[in-house]
T-cell receptor, first 110, second 112 residues
């Protein structure tokens, strides 16, 4: 059974809209959560990390964490074609091991 | 300067061969990893070393043997390659308290 689940998409949004990416995790002891962006043929790069319940904003990105529901989301405001990529959700526990979801492919239509 | 670098970036080889991938990081991190990403983009941890000591060894065939000569280097040797080994292998490192992973550019292995 997968420990981190994401909708594989593709999620298609028009330019300028809000893209909403969702992730659930099964390990209740997970303490840290990350969103990585991966362009085709490139390596994953971190865009957001979140450790506490609530929202965390960084520019056009907002991460939301709800530990009771074991749910993490990423909102991208004013989506741009350059945001088109696969977004990987990851959770980390007490060890230095990150578990990744299968990723959601986002396509922003100009 | 590249923070985490892997070589080679591409490997194409026949079934049954042996191949190695090398990784080096200049971030001063103590922990390094090997992840495998399959064709469906699923990124799965294989191994982790902390200061040259193996700390994570997932269910990986023993044809895969990692080696860490020092904390800045983590190599991966694969014996008797199989078709199912075709994937992109990412090296990564993280700071002492864990958290963010810094990935190398990946090594795309194709087994024919």
């Amino acid at each position: 059974q997968k420990e981190v689940e994401q909708n594989s998409g593709p999620l298609s949004v028009p330019e300028g809209a809000i893209a909403s990416l969702n992730c659930t995790y099964s390990d209740r002891v997970s303490q840290s959560f990350f969103w990585y962006r991966q362009y085709s043929g490139k390596s994953p790069e971190l865009i957001m990390s979140i450790y506490s319940n609530g929202d965390k904003e960084d520019g056009r990105f907002t991460a939301q964490l709800n530990k009771a529901s074991q749910y993490v989301s990423l909102l991208i405001r004013d989506s741009q074609p350059s945001d088109s990529a696969t977004y990987l959700c990851a959770s980390g526990g007490a060890t230095n091991k990150l578990i990744f979801g299968t990723g959601t492919l986002l396509a922003v239509q100009p | 300067d590249t923070a985490v670098s892997q070589t080679p970036k591409y490997l194409v080889t026949q079934m049954g061969n042996d191949k190695s991938i090398k990784c080096e990081q200049n971030l001063g991190h103590d922990t390094m990893y090997w992840y495998k990403q399959d064709s469906k983009k699923f990124l799965k941890i294989m191994f982790s070393y902390n200061n040259k000591e193996l700390i994570i060894n997932e269910t990986v065939p023993n044809r895969f043997s990692p080696k860490s000569p020092d904390k800045a280097h983590l190599n991966l040797h694969i014996n008797s390659l199989e078709l199912g080994d075709s994937a992109v292998y990412f090296c990564a490192s993280s700071p002492p308290l864990g958290g963010e992973l810094f990935f190398g550019e990946g090594s795309r292995l194709t087994v024919l």
